[in-house]
């Protein structure tokens, strides 16, 4: 009422509009001052709204949302261990297809392999989709691609940037990290019964505040391209092109996204090594298979691929060895 409001409010008629006494008024903007929001009372006419907060609120985020399912149930934490994990328990507790977990801050966020994620309070996304796709296990860790996909296309248009994706996980403005994702499921022999994708965005955060052993690795939409980001809408944003491409994904599989995802690569045609799962190998990066393991050719031409593992860049000068 006060954001569509032209003009202050008073307290006498805000009380009458909402049928409430004028000291429920007063809490009421108590609790929106606490939650961040700029309102104003010190004039003779009442209340104005002067800025809406900078917060990942599910009222904030519904002004923007366009998706059907995806975000139309949040779930909004000040501060939580890690969203995958709470997001994960609300899954099997039954929580729906498209619900999603939010949090200001995480302090035990976390990335693949165990990895912690930098998570300060205030300044970035940090949330968790729950999903029930009727995939085959095997299949649903694609969904990490259709993840990062969406995450490249928010970003893309909330920095007016061109980022980058390295497979599989990672989103990057130049040469520095901007975003993880994080996909677990829990399933049966030959079917999923949920999965878990979460996503940590890098957003407003100063350069100066990573930890010294980040810097030069991590950075922020702020931090590369000096715009500061809504956050609401941009989590909004990140839901409508998630939701847009799941659906392709459900429908078609990785082959109707497969381009799109290649043309943000960052690999393609790089010569890297790939370590994981007991195994490594060595090769430049060819692009990305249709059931999206990493494909390359090695040293002798042979024709190699990666299903999971780090990857690190090679200086060309260890491609001949």
Same mark, same amino acid.
């Given at each position: 009422?006060?954001?569509?409001?032209?003009?202050?409010?008073?307290?006498?008629?805000?009380?009458?509009?909402?049928?409430?006494?004028?000291?429920?008024?007063?809490?009421?903007?108590?609790?929106?001052? @606490?939650?961040?929001?700029?309102?104003?009372?010190?004039?003779?006419?009442?209340?104005?709204?002067?800025?809406?907060?900078?917060?990942?609120?599910? *009222?904030?985020? @519904?002004?923007?949302?366009?998706?059907?399912?995806?975000?139309?149930?949040?779930?909004?934490?000040? =501060?939580? &261990? =890690?969203?995958?994990?709470?997001?994960?328990?609300?899954?099997? /507790?039954?929580?729906?297809?498209?619900?999603?977990?939010?949090?200001?801050?995480?302090? @035990?966020?976390?990335?693949?392999?165990?990895? =912690?994620?930098?998570?300060?309070?205030?300044?970035?996304?940090?949330?968790?989709?729950?999903?029930?796709?009727?995939?085959?296990?095997?299949?649903?860790?694609?969904?990490?691609?259709?993840?990062?996909?969406?995450? $490249?296309?928010?970003?893309?248009?909330?920095?007016?940037?061109?980022?980058?994706?390295?497979?599989?996980?990672?989103? /990057?403005?130049? &040469?520095?990290?901007? $975003?993880?994702?994080?996909?677990?499921?829990?399933? !049966?022999?030959?079917?999923?019964?949920?999965?878990?994708?979460?996503?940590?965005?890098?957003?407003?955060?100063?350069?100066?505040?990573?930890?010294? &052993?980040?810097? %030069?690795?991590?950075?922020?939409?702020?931090?590369? =391209?000096?715009?500061?980001?809504?956050? $609401? *809408?941009?989590?909004?944003?990140?839901? @409508?092109?998630?939701?847009?491409?799941?659906? !392709?994904?459900?429908? +078609?599989?990785?082959?109707?996204?497969?381009?799109?995802?290649?043309?943000?690569?960052?690999?393609?045609?790089?010569?890297? +090594?790939? !370590? %994981?799962?007991?195994?490594?190998? !060595?090769?430049?990066?060819?692009?990305?298979?249709? &059931?999206?393991?990493?494909?390359?050719?090695?040293?002798?031409?042979?024709?190699?691929?990666?299903?999971?593992?780090?990857?690190?860049?090679?200086?060309?000068?260890?491609?001949?060895?």
């Amino acid at each position: 009422m006060l954001r569509a409001a032209d003009r202050p409010l008073g307290g006498p008629d805000l009380a009458a509009r909402l049928g409430v006494s004028r000291a429920a008024v007063w809490k009421h903007v108590q609790r929106l001052l @606490a939650q961040g929001y700029r309102v104003s009372s010190d004039n003779p006419h009442g209340y104005r709204l002067e800025a809406a907060a900078d917060r990942l609120l599910p *009222a904030e985020i @519904a002004r923007h949302l366009t998706t059907r399912r995806i975000g139309r149930v949040i779930h909004h934490f000040e =501060s939580i &261990d =890690s969203t995958n994990r709470h997001a994960m328990e609300l899954a099997r /507790r039954g929580a729906a297809e498209g619900e999603v977990v939010v949090a200001e801050a995480q302090t @035990a966020g976390r990335g693949r392999l165990g990895r =912690s994620f930098f998570s300060p309070a205030g300044v970035s996304f940090y949330g968790s989709l729950i999903l029930r796709p009727s995939l085959p296990p095997a299949r649903a860790p694609q969904i990490t691609l259709v993840a990062g996909l969406a995450v $490249a296309e928010a970003v893309e248009r909330h920095a007016a940037m061109r980022p980058g994706l390295k497979w599989p996980n990672d989103v /990057r403005l130049g &040469d520095l990290k901007v $975003a993880g994702i994080l996909t677990e499921m829990e399933s !049966e022999a030959d079917r999923v019964l949920h999965v878990v994708c979460g996503a940590g965005v890098n957003l407003n955060v100063p350069a100066e505040r990573f930890p010294a &052993d980040l810097r %030069g690795v991590a950075g922020s939409v702020l931090s590369v =391209s000096g715009r500061r980001v809504d956050r $609401a *809408a941009f989590a909004a944003d990140l839901f @409508a092109s998630f939701e847009r491409l799941y659906d !392709e994904f459900l429908a +078609s599989g990785l082959a109707e996204l497969r381009a799109r995802w290649e043309s943000y690569s960052v690999l393609t045609g790089r010569w890297v +090594s790939v !370590e %994981g799962s007991g195994e490594s190998m !060595e090769g430049e990066v060819l692009g990305i298979d249709e &059931d999206g393991g990493l494909r390359l050719r090695g040293r002798r031409g042979e024709m190699l691929r990666a299903i999971a593992g780090d990857v690190t860049l090679k200086k060309s000068k260890d491609r001949r060895g």
